[in-house]
């Protein structure tokens, strides 16, 4: 099984400001098939990133996703007050299997 | 526009069965090459994935669930249903269901199951 780590753990910032939050795997990510959701309470997960650097629809361009291998980042390059939330990455593994990594929340400083 | 929608018992017992089921429209279970997959997650902590039914129908699990889960689907009625059996305090989850192939591109607005003893 694939475990992902992220990091870190809390991302404390504010409005404006440029976060950058990282998804490491235990082995290398078959065809870089990782995902970023963006999840706030209440709610569903949503797809931002898919393929570790394709924007899903609808999404705003200021979230980017990139890395290969085992060391993937979701960049969003301008904070707006709705991008507090909870983010997850999600890799699909050569057997199928699906495991997301622990979170990253990212709060007001 | 596909359209994910769970339903089912919000209160199961201890050692008990729980039952979901995830209600599709604006596409089939049985076109194109998705699987609709059920995913959880508990208060707190982070999401994990359950298992899947493909659109042949055939099923996948996740190894540290597989023995007490089952994923079905009634093609008639463009539903696929979550089977979890003894169930425990640890199960007690919002559980969604959700399309996708690699990733998970629709959701439903999830459910949630508290777990009593």
């Known amino acids: 099984e694939v475990v992902l780590t992220q990091s870190p753990g809390t991302l404390s910032l504010s409005p404006g400001e440029r976060a950058t939050l990282s998804c490491r795997a235990s082995?290398?990510?078959?065809?870089?098939?990782l995902a970023w959701y963006q999840q706030k309470p209440g709610q569903a997960p949503r797809l931002l990133i898919y393929?570790?650097?394709n924007r899903a629809t609808g999404i705003p361009d200021r979230f980017s996703g990139s890395g290969s291998g085992t060391d993937f980042t979701l960049t969003i390059s301008r904070l707006e007050p709705e991008d507090f939330a909870v983010y997850y990455c999600q890799q699909f593994g050569y057997s199928a299997e699906i495991t997301f990594g622990p979170g990253t929340k990212v709060d007001f400083k | 526009q596909v359209q994910l929608q769970e339903s089912g018992p919000g209160l199961v017992k201890s050692s008990q069965t729980l039952s979901l089921t995830c209600t599709v429209s604006?596409?089939?279970?049985?076109?194109?090459?998705?699987?609709w997959s059920w995913i959880r997650k508990p208060a707190g902590k982070g999401l994990e994935w359950i298992g899947r039914i493909f659109t042949v129908g055939t099923t996948g699990y996740n190894p540290s669930l597989e023995s007490r889960v089952t994923i079905s689907r009634d093609t008639s009625k463009n539903q696929f249903s979550l089977k979890l059996t003894s169930v425990t305090a640890a199960d007690a989850a919002v559980y969604y269901c959700a399309r996708g192939r690699w990733e998970f591109e629709n959701w439903g607005q999830g459910i949630l199951v508290t777990v009593s003893s």
């Open positions: 604006g596409d089939s279970l049985t076109r194109g090459n998705y699987y």
């Open positions: 082995q290398s990510v078959r065809n870089n098939y």
């Open positions: 393929g570790a650097s």
